[in-house]
């Protein structure tokens, strides 16, 4: 088993900046990749980003159109953590956020085998 906790969800305001962390324990020789989902009331949950969790010098990355430009995720694999930096954000990145984690590529994203509990990130003045 996997266990994923998120950290650094919060208040802000438009066009400023936030950083989330994931940390990841247990099975963690299981896990390829990693990534960041996200869900807003009424709304379907969003892939925001994906990255490999390889050792490979040179991690795979994926940013959803809806945030390319102002997001990036990194990785740090010595400490098994992802970091999703969030900037100039607006009111409709308003949403909690899931850390998720799979097996492969695929299973990350239409079957993802691991999920964090989610924090908020709230985009208002």
């Known amino acids: 088993q996997v266990q994923l906790v998120e950290s650094g969800g919060g208040l802000v305001q438009p066009g400023g900046s936030l950083r989330l962390s994931c940390a990841a324990s247990?099975?963690?020789?299981?896990?390829?990749?990693m990534g960041w989902y996200r869900r807003s009331p009424g709304e379907e949950r969003e892939l925001v980003a994906i990255i490999t969790r390889a050792d490979d010098a040179d991690a795979t990355t994926n940013i959803a159109d809806s945030v390319k430009g102002r997001f990036t995720i990194s990785r740090d694999n010595a400490k098994n953590t992802v970091t999703l930096q969030m900037n100039r954000l607006k009111p409709e990145d308003t949403a909690v956020y899931y850390c998720?984690?799979?097996?492969?590529?695929?299973?990350?994203?239409?079957?993802?085998?691991?999920w964090g509990q989610g924090t908020q990130v709230t985009v208002s003045s």
């Open positions: 998720a984690a799979g097996s492969t590529w695929y299973r990350l994203q239409y079957a993802t085998d691991y």
């Open positions: 247990g099975s963690v020789v299981s896990v390829a990749a």
